[in-house]
């Protein structure tokens, strides 16, 4: 059972990728602001790498051992990934066009990142010692991308300071 949970996990991980990358596609055409534009191409471009870097990480995880505390903590992953801001197949696409300003869209993208790096650590509970590494490295992606998002809302409230 704890095989099916980690592989159920990873696809849930790549459908949530996928999703955040098709609204950030869908909102770099669609954004007025150019820094918008700009920030929404460049975080498509990213979650196409995350999704590689997850697949990369799929192929290499060891099957769970069959306990019943692997296999509580494996329905909780499950769960957070059910409760994510892009979980259902589509879902980007769909906030994508239903979004009305850019301000709306970075909201939207900063839930989807917290989301994520909550999802990701507590994913690398589950990796091997040797792929935690990688697991830190997404981690870090999404955190970066929190704050170029975050930057974003400053920028379109007027509050940033320039560069």
């Known amino acids: 059972m704890g095989a099916f949970f980690a592989k159920?996990?990873?696809?849930?991980?790549?459908?949530?990728?996928?999703?955040?990358?098709r609204f950030y596609q869908q909102m770099s055409q669609k954004a007025v602001a150019p820094g918008a534009r700009e920030s929404f191409a460049y975080l498509a471009e990213q979650e196409r790498q995350h999704i590689a870097d997850i697949r990369a990480l799929a192929g290499r995880l060891p099957d769970p051992p069959e306990t019943w505390e692997r296999e509580e903590f494996t329905m909780y992953l499950v769960d957070l990934a059910s409760e994510h801001v892009f979980r259902q197949d589509g879902s980007g696409e769909q906030m994508a066009q239903r979004v009305g300003s850019d301000r709306e869209a970075v909201d939207l993208g900063i839930r989807f990142e917290k989301d994520t790096i909550l999802f990701v650590q507590e994913f690398r509970k589950l990796v091997r010692v040797e792929d935690q590494?990688?697991?830190?490295?997404?981690?870090?992606?999404?955190?970066?991308?929190?704050?170029?998002?975050?930057?974003?809302?400053?920028?379109?409230?007027?509050?940033a300071r320039a560069c």
Do not use: S, T
């Not at 159920?8 to 990358?21: D, F, K, L």
């Open 8 to 21: 159920e996990i990873m696809e849930a991980a790549i459908q949530i990728e996928g999703n955040g990358q």
């Open 133 to 159: 590494e990688l697991v830190d490295g997404l981690v870090g992606w999404e955190k970066d991308h929190l704050v170029r998002l975050v930057r974003l809302k400053w920028e379109l409230e007027g509050k």
